[in-house]
């Protein structure tokens, strides 16, 4: 079975510029959860997206935003990026169902703000 | 609050010996989940192992254990005899069961296994 998939898995932008991230979850993962990571903050939990619809979020501004479509992928976007959105971005998809609770992680996308 | 503590930041080891990673959480969650991830030079996290918090059975797979002690809020990583490719950045992380299904994640303990 393939693992979750990210794309692009390298990007370099412009401060003002706009992103969107892609991520394509393990076949039948319904959940999927976005994850930045930084050497200053670490892993911090961005959003989860289940049946298209956004369950949680973190604390991020607004700049920060996700979506999901009816077969699991999901994107997220991140607009008016600042040097400090550099980071590596993770995504992570779930199986929900009973007794199964372990997110799985793709290979991240490594977003580089100039 | 919940929290992951790593006071780890970076062990090194020679090949073929023992190591221990350490993790403590807090958290107010009667019930939670906790998590070891592996994440190599390619960035990708990978999935070692869960453990709910009403088993505190220790586990092996391996040369892989894990030790639960829900007493002092700690889940252990020891690593037998390891190996270079045991080099990496490990963390610990917590999950409530119930309602946000959002990971807190420790900052890590990266691992140098020299041959």
């Known amino acids: 079975k393939a693992g979750v998939t990210q794309t692009p898995r390298y990007l370099i932008k412009t401060r003002g510029q706009q992103v969107t991230l892609s991520c394509s979850p393990i076949s039948g993962h319904r959940s999927v959860s976005w994850y930045q990571q930084t050497p200053g903050q670490g892993l911090q939990f961005l959003f989860e997206y289940f049946s298209e619809t956004q369950r949680n979020k973190g604390n991020f501004p607004g700049r920060f935003s996700g979506r999901q479509f009816s077969n699991s992928r999901s994107e997220m976007n991140v607009s008016t990026l600042e040097l400090g959105d550099s980071a590596l971005y993770l995504c992570?998809?779930?199986?929900?169902?009973?007794?199964?609770?372990?997110?799985?992680f793709g290979p991240g996308t490594r977003l580089t703000v100039t | 609050a919940q929290k992951v503590t790593q006071a780890q930041t970076e062990i090194s080891v020679v090949e073929k010996e023992d190591v221990t990673l350490d993790c403590v959480y807090e958290?107010?969650?009667?019930?939670?989940?906790l998590f070891w991830y592996k994440q190599p030079p390619s960035g990708e996290l990978v999935f070692l192992i869960r453990r709910n918090s009403f088993d505190e059975q220790n586990e092996i797979s391996g040369r892989y254990s894990w030790n639960f002690q829900k007493s002092t809020s700690s889940f252990n990583f020891t690593i037998t005899a390891s190996q270079v490719v045991d080099s990496a950045v490990y963390f610990c992380a917590l999950a409530p069961t119930s309602g946000t299904y959002k990971y807190i994640f420790g900052t890590g303990t990266r691992l140098k296994v020299l041959a």
């Open positions: 992570a998809s779930r199986l929900v169902l009973a007794g199964s609770y372990e997110q799985y």
């Open positions: 958290t107010r969650d009667t019930t939670y989940y």
